[in-house]
C-alpha cells in the first residue's frame, strides 16, 4: 500500500533552520499532488506549501522568502526547507500526498494520505 512518511522535525533556536522531509513509501507510479501543512497548538492547521498536478512548489505567501519546498521524484521525496525560523513556526508539521500505486497489475489512485507529522519547535 502507500504510506507517508514526514522526518527532520526537532528543536531550533530563532533564526536558525531546520530541513523536513516527506517520503511517499509503497509501489508508487506517479505523485501529482503533494502539500506541507502545519498546526500549532490551539490553532487551525495552514497550509504551508504545496505542489499540484505535477507543478511547480508553491509556498504560502506569509512564509515565502523563509520556506521553500522542492522535490526529488526518483525518490518520491519532498522537502521542506525552514530558514529564519521564529517561535510562531513551532507546530506539528504534516505532509499529505496523493497519486498513483500499483497494486498488483493493476494502477490505483491514492488521495490525500497523511503522514504522522512530525513536531518543529523553534525556541531559545
Known amino acids: 500500500q502507500v504510506q507517508v512518511v514526514e522526518s527532520g522535525g526537532g528543536l531550533a533556536q530563532p533564526g536558525g533552520s531546520l530541513r523536513l522531509s516527506c517520503e511517499v513509501r509503497?509501489?508508487?507510479?506517479?505523485?501529482?499532488?503533494v502539500a506541507w501543512y502545519r498546526q500549532a497548538p490551539g490553532k487551525e492547521r495552514e497550509l504551508v506549501a504545496e505542489?499540484?498536478?505535477?507543478?511547480?512548489?508553491n509556498t504560502a505567501a506569509s512564509l515565502k522568502g523563509r520556506f521553500t519546498m522542492s522535490r526529488d521524484s526518483p525518490k518520491n521525496t519532498v522537502y521542506l526547507q525552514m530558514n529564519s525560523l521564529e517561535p510562531t513556526d513551532t507546530a506539528v508539521y504534516y505532509c499529505?500526498?496523493?497519486?498513483?500505486?500499483?497494486?498488483?497489475?493493476?494502477?490505483?489512485?491514492?488521495?490525500?494520505?497523511w503522514g504522522q507529522g512530525t513536531q518543529v519547535t523553534v525556541s531559545s
Open positions: 505542489v499540484k498536478n505535477g507543478g511547480s512548489p
Open positions: 499529505s500526498a496523493s497519486g498513483l500505486y500499483f497494486e498488483g497489475t493493476q494502477i490505483r489512485k491514492f488521495v490525500d494520505f
Open positions: 509503497g509501489r508508487i507510479s506517479s505523485i501529482d499532488d
